[in-house]
């Protein structure tokens, strides 16, 4: 595919206040549970330059392969992600999956008992934010490794 445009360079002051938003959004938010949101809400969005970004940025963190491998099928994994993390993905799959229906007060239970309230704020925007690049990056077909 070709990339279609650059949102940086077309949108530069728009840009900037995503990466605001983000960095804000993720300011105080466990950087373990940050990454595997960040690619769980691709995977699911299919975000080619964010999946290359994130999970890169996993690993550099010191991810494992298995946990980063695993992620699309951690319903299906017993053991391998805490039920704090398992709490986030439950809710970045309900928040990303809007579509589907609302987010479902069950799912929102299960995260609220395992974060505080600033630390679900966060992780809700945390994961809006990823979605919303999600969307800019498959609107513009931004090629993996690309620089933004």
Request: aromatic share 8%; glycine share 6%.
């Amino acid at each position: 595919m070709t990339q279609r445009g650059n949102y940086a360079r077309q949108a530069p002051d728009a840009y900037r206040a995503m990466l605001a938003f983000g960095r804000a959004a993720t300011q105080g938010l466990d950087p373990v549970v940050g990454e595997l949101v960040k690619i769980r809400a691709s995977q699911i969005n299919r975000c080619a330059f964010c999946l290359d970004m994130h999970v890169k940025e996993a690993r550099k963190a010191g991810e494992s392969d298995e946990r980063i491998d695993l992620l699309a099928a951690w319903e299906e994994v017993d053991g391998l992600y805490t039920d704090r993390e398992r709490a986030a993905l439950a809710l970045t799959e309900a928040v990303t999956l809007l579509t589907e229906g609302f987010v479902p007060d069950e799912v929102y239970a299960r995260a609220a008992a395992h974060f505080d309230e600033a630390e679900l704020a966060r992780l809700v925007g945390a994961i809006v934010a990823i979605n919303a690049w999600n969307r800019f990056n498959v609107a513009f077909r931004t090629p993996p490794g690309s620089p933004a």
